[in-house]
């Protein structure tokens, strides 16, 4: 099929390379011309796995091309829109500028029979307002949520645990969109994929509801080991104990820093203000607990470190090892690895970080930082260490060989990620949340 992809960051990318490799014609528009250029020569823009090399070989091939000019999507079948939905200045809602600009720019280059599918994040109605928009093209809308895992993007494109079709009302239009979805995602579905078909509203749902739930069983571990902290419990022995219960599942039930990322934390607060919007904000007035204990944890990592220090950070040596939300990934957006970093900065301590990916990112936002250019370098003379992004390459530290690099051996772990036994076997004091 011949596709376009509106929009090329994070989704749009990693979605039109994925397109590409399965042997679609496809060419990605972005406004970016900067991104374009990189892109139509291969190169990612962003830290993906696998992402690299599906861009280049797209390119090579002839089937995946770049532009900045919206004329260019003229003659695909299928355009997906894959833009951002940031949360909005001053509100929790999410600003729909870009996707509404999207669709509007659009509509020239639309024919009859052309599906334009939403891929973007957005509130629950977004579809029913702009499939008006595009009737009278002659073009139909339909909504197809995205569930891509950073770190394992192009797996979750290529071989998804899920397709969600939100198909537009009217028998007959819904009927173009469903065979259009099936051609284009037929590799998918020949495995056995589980497929929803259901209208505009559930599948705008769906996304939001995902994350929402995800949010919550995360702040409801977090919450359990602000419990743990002041009663001598264990709550990664918890988490073991109540995730072997089937109906409850081990899978996100983590402790430590938080969520973060371009996900999570925006569409529950977008979640929150839609429901408010449609009159019904007690329905999910509990994400804003959820947000809030989220956000308790970033701050309770730099209080453990203060203390630690002897109750002041000022002129004291911080090794912040993560700046990413996650590892495998070089997102910093409200990441609470990177929000520690400044924290912590900002009470007067001599923080030197490091990010395996990340640090260009971070450096962006916050130039004020000091970046190491490895662990190693990150962990020299520090007074204490703090591990905020699960890294492998953090997992696997030698507590014996940082100890000879550091000044202090205290160690904060944000991610409680770390072998408990073996650092303190090495002589240092280990420091978790939610756990003795």
Request: proline share 5%.
């Amino acid at each position: 099929m011949k596709l376009s992809v509106i929009g090329c960051g994070y989704l749009g990318a990693v979605h039109a390379a994925a397109m590409a490799s399965i042997g679609h014609e496809v060419v990605g528009i972005d406004v970016d011309p900067a991104k374009i250029e990189a892109l139509a020569a291969g190169r990612s823009p962003i830290f993906e796995p696998g992402l690299p090399e599906l861009l280049l070989a797209g390119v090579e091939s002839g089937r995946l091309r770049f532009s900045t000019d919206m004329a260019d999507a003229a003659g695909a079948t299928m355009h997906f829109v894959a833009v951002g939905t940031p949360q909005k200045a001053g509100s929790n809602a999410a600003d729909l500028r870009y996707v509404d600009a999207a669709v509007t720019a659009l509509l020239p280059h639309l024919s009859a029979g052309d599906v334009v599918v939403g891929k973007s994040t957005v509130p629950v109605g977004t579809a029913a307002r702009l499939a008006e928009l595009v009737a009278p093209t002659g073009a139909v809308l339909a909504w197809n949520p995205e569930f891509l895992r950073e770190g394992f993007a192009v797996q979750d494109t290529i071989a998804p645990d899920r397709l969600v079709y939100g198909l537009p009302p009217a028998p007959e239009d819904a009927a173009v969109a469903r065979a259009a979805f099936d051609e284009v995602y037929a590799q998918a579905l020949s495995t056995g994929t589980p497929l929803v078909a259901t209208g505009y509203s559930t599948a705008e749902l769906v996304k939001v509801a995902a994350n929402a739930f995800l949010a919550t069983k995360i702040s409801f571990i977090n919450a359990m080991a602000e419990i743990a902290e002041v009663t001598d419990a264990d709550v990664t022995e918890l988490a073991d104990a109540i995730g072997y219960d089937a109906r409850i599942g081990r899978r996100f039930l983590n402790a430590g820093v938080g969520f973060g990322g371009g996900c999570l934390p925006k569409d529950i607060r977008a979640f929150t203000a839609r429901a408010e919007e449609l009159g019904r904000g007690e329905s999910v007035a509990f994400l804003k607990e959820v947000d809030a204990i989220n956000l308790r944890r970033r701050q309770r990592v730099i209080d453990l470190v203060v203390e630690e220090l002897g109750g002041s950070a000022y002129q004291k040596r911080v090794a912040v090892l993560g700046l990413a939300f996650k590892p495998d990934s070089d997102d910093v957006r409200d990441s609470p690895a990177l929000d520690v970093a400044v924290g912590l900065n900002g009470l007067g301590a001599e923080v030197l970080a490091f990010d395996p990916e990340a640090v260009p990112n971070a450096r962006r936002l916050h130039p004020q930082l000091k970046f190491a250019d490895s662990a190693e370098q990150a962990v020299t003379d520090a007074d204490i260490v703090v591990v905020v992004t699960e890294w492998k390459a953090f997992r696997a530290l030698d507590p014996s060989a940082v100890a000879e690099l550091t000044a202090g051996k205290t160690i904060v772990d944000g991610r409680n990620c770390l072998d408990v036994d073996a650092w303190r076997g090495a002589g240092w004091r280990y420091v978790g949340l939610g756990r003795p």
